[in-house]
């Protein structure tokens, strides 16, 4: 089973809301990516957690904060987000073999718009 | 600089119409390349792995092969729900969590 899910599909919320998206797999994986995307484009990395520790930051803006509580989840949490900030937001895990570069598999994703 | 390049940008094919897609990269040391594909509004799902050039792998209609400069996915006699974007990626040689994108094919398939 090479499933990964996110919730929820769809978020509409204004600049002033908090709000968090949530991701989970169950493949044993112990590496989670959160990724932004635009319409037409492909995905942009933003965080990376490794054995749920922050491994990669993409230099993203403080209004998105991750949180790894365990090896099968992985959260967003928004605030005071932008109407720039609209796109479909990626969950990806992958396994840590270290050999070779491990597959990233993805969620559905959660279509997020702000007004 | 580590580069990922797709074409066509937009391929449309007559149902059983056989094609290829292109995939090239520059990267020191390449460590994978990844295909996947991606409906409108959905995540992208996982179609292949490759990993030493010569190396090729089959899934129903599809087809992927890589030499030491690029990529191709060969679709044979499509139907119209191979209908899709098909996006390439290669590890970053620095960090290979981090993917260099292609900006993807955009592939329609007409009844």
């Known amino acids: 089973d090479t499933e990964v899910t996110q919730t929820p599909k769809h978020l509409v919320m204004g600049m002033t809301n908090k709000k968090s998206l949530k991701c989970e797999q169950h493949m044993g994986h112990r590496a989670m990516y959160w990724y932004k995307q635009k319409a037409k484009k492909p995905p942009e990395l933003m965080f990376v957690y490794s054995y749920e520790k922050l491994s990669i930051n993409e230099s993203v803006p403080s209004r998105f904060s991750p949180e790894c509580p365990n090896s099968s989840l992985l959260n967003l949490h928004l605030h005071a987000l932008q109407p720039e900030d609209s796109a479909l937001y990626l969950c990806?895990?992958?396994?840590?073999?270290?050999?070779?570069?491990?597959?990233?598999?993805f969620g559905p994703g959660t279509r997020l718009t702000v007004l | 600089e580590d580069q990922v390049t797709q074409s066509p940008e937009a391929l449309r094919l007559q149902e059983g119409e056989s094609s290829s897609l292109n995939c090239s990269y520059t990267v020191s040391g390449l460590r994978g390349l990844f295909w996947y594909r991606q409906d409108p509004g959905k995540g992208p799902e996982f179609l292949f792995t490759l990993y030493s050039a010569g190396e090729e792998k089959e899934k129903e209609r599809l087809k992927a092969t890589l030499t030491k400069k690029e990529s191709f996915l060969h679709i044979t006699a499509p139907k119209p729900e191979d209908s899709a974007t098909y996006l390439c990626?290669?590890?970053?040689?620095?960090?290979?969590?981090?993917?260099?994108w292609g900006l993807g094919t955009s592939l329609a398939v007409n009844p």
């Open positions: 990626a290669v590890p970053n040689a620095g960090n290979n969590r981090k993917l260099i």
């Open positions: 990806a895990s992958s396994s840590t073999t270290g050999k070779l570069t491990d597959t990233q598999y």
